[in-house]
């Protein structure tokens, strides 16, 4: 099959296109920044340790299209002759200007869906969001009945539901079939984001407990990530038209960090900030820095207090009985790997 992944260089995107490839899948890796035109994304993954050894030197490797999905033109060009698409790249992120996430997050989505109808994609697998469902009230065993929010703490969460709601829309629309999936909080090997982000955090001193510690979180191992979506275009039949919740494991939040930063050398936390006192120094901060134009994200903010704070976990029956996802990489175990692997990155 004919496969285009959309950020495909990315931490979830290299980890599909792998999957992709070594099941013997032509595909065309779309993306802004490629290392070179020949294999950068082979080479970017390998840097991230995403490839396994000698994945470069197999006879097939994928393709580079180089472009930007809030151009048409680009895109369309990348897709055409594509029998399927896994749409990956997004603005993430809680702080920046509401225009560039719509129009990467949400326009960007349009001109992907435009191109699949022109060309007669028949499959588009999306990676979307459970910030689409998140307000400001706790979420516990949510599932996809839950309706979405009703108001939004960021542009990120806002532009994601738009987009999903046209994407699933979409199905049935000519040739073309549609999936959305909503993985949680995706850590692992190669994380970039996540858990770099709260180990810097402690180095610095400046991590601390937000709320009474109690809220349980759902967390997504990358590779469970990367399971759900090629699943998704391998039952795409049952899986067309819906969402669906992906995770690995809830956890306590704070009991889970904790576990981190002890395996990592680092002291347990024992300074903690309550919800409301968070919440409205995220409200503060906002204010002036939006006031002022600063582009650095601010050191709180109210969505980043209530997902700290507040619990938020879901049921993923439907993609188990949909999609037969089963979440493999969890407990003290993809811990324990995770801590050995960065030990082994850090002695090289």
């Not at 802004?32 to 006879?59: E, H, V, Y």
């Not at 699943?231 to 939040?253: P, T």
Request: proline share 4%.
């Amino acid at each position: 099959m004919r496969i285009l992944v959309t950020g495909g260089n990315g931490f979830l995107g290299a980890r599909i296109v792998q999957r992709l490839v070594e099941a013997g899948h032509e595909v065309t890796v779309f993306a802004r920044s490629l290392a070179t035109q020949a294999d950068s994304a082979i080479a970017t993954s390998d840097r991230t340790g995403l490839f396994q050894k000698g994945f470069t030197r197999q006879a097939r490797n994928p393709k580079m299209a180089k472009g930007d999905i809030r151009n048409p033109a680009e895109i369309s060009a990348a897709i055409a002759g594509h029998d399927a698409v896994f749409h990956v790249a997004a603005k993430a992120g809680v702080w920046g200007a509401r225009g560039d996430y719509f129009d990467i997050n949400l326009r960007g989505t349009q001109n992907v869906l435009a191109a699949c109808h022109a060309h007669g994609v028949k499959s588009l697998i999306y990676t979307s969001t459970p910030s689409v469902v998140f307000g400001a009230a706790p979420l516990e065993a949510a599932n996809e009945d839950t309706p979405y929010a009703a108001r939004f703490l960021t542009h990120y969460a806002e532009s994601k539901c738009m987009a999903e709601k046209e994407v699933l829309a979409a199905n049935g629309v000519g040739a073309l079939r549609t999936v959305a999936l909503r993985p949680h909080l995706i850590w692992g090997k190669g994380d970039p984001h996540l858990v770099p982000r709260v180990l810097a955090r402690a180095r610095a001193g400046k991590l601390k407990r937000v709320g009474d510690g109690t809220n349980k979180v759902d967390i997504t191992h990358i590779e469970d990530a990367a399971d759900a979506h090629i699943l998704a275009l391998e039952r795409i039949e049952a899986a067309a038209g819906k969402a669906y919740f992906i995770s690995s494991e809830a956890v306590v939040l704070w009991d889970w960090i904790n576990a981190l930063l002890v395996r990592m050398g680092l002291p347990p936390l024992t300074r903690q900030v309550s919800r409301a006192t968070a919440y409205r120094a995220g409200a503060v901060l906002e204010f002036f820095y939006g006031l002022f134009g600063v582009s650095k994200e601010p050191p709180m903010t109210r969505f980043v207090a209530e997902n700290l704070a507040t619990s938020h976990w879901f049921d993923i029956s439907r993609a188990r009985k949909d999609l037969g996802y089963e979440p493999k990489r969890f407990g003290t175990a993809a811990l324990d790997d995770y801590v050995k692997t960065e030990a082994q990155h850090a002695a090289h």
